[in-house]
């Protein structure tokens, strides 16, 4: 039984940064990303890695801002967030894939955790 289990949202200010955490308990793959939803909208990827070879991807909206990273040992993924803007508020979501994903499309994930809520006020 996988279970993935968000940490780490919050609220902050514009410009602040924080940083998200996903404890995976039993095997969920080698491919794991951070999604997020906000109100109204639909559920869209952040950023995804490849957790054997640290080949990593992220959506324009983020690049150069977020970083996706891996303790294997630890079994954690996480979510480095800097700059953060009102517009990156979401619940945001650890998933996992047993096959390469195509694109980061949420269809395509196996595993999601219960989500993390981040607020970013202007």
């Known amino acids: 039984q996988v279970q993935l289990v968000e940490s780490g949202g919050g609220s902050v200010q514009a410009g602040g940064s924080l940083r998200l955490s996903c404890v995976a308990s039993g095997f969920p793959g080698y491919y794991m990303g951070w999604f997020r939803q906000a109100p109204g909208k639909e559920r869209e990827g952040v950023a995804t890695i490849y957790t054997r070879g640290g080949i990593t991807n992220y959506a324009d909206s983020v690049k150069g801002r977020f970083t996706i990273s891996t303790d294997n040992a630890k079994n954690t993924l996480y979510l480095q967030m800097n700059t953060l803007k009102p517009e990156d508020t979401a619940i945001y979501y650890c998933?996992?894939?047993?096959?390469?994903?195509?694109?980061?499309?949420?269809?395509?994930?196996?595993?999601w955790g219960q989500g993390t809520q981040v607020t970013v006020s202007s």
């Open positions: 998933a996992a894939a047993l096959l390469r994903p195509v694109r980061m499309t949420p269809s395509q994930y196996n595993y």
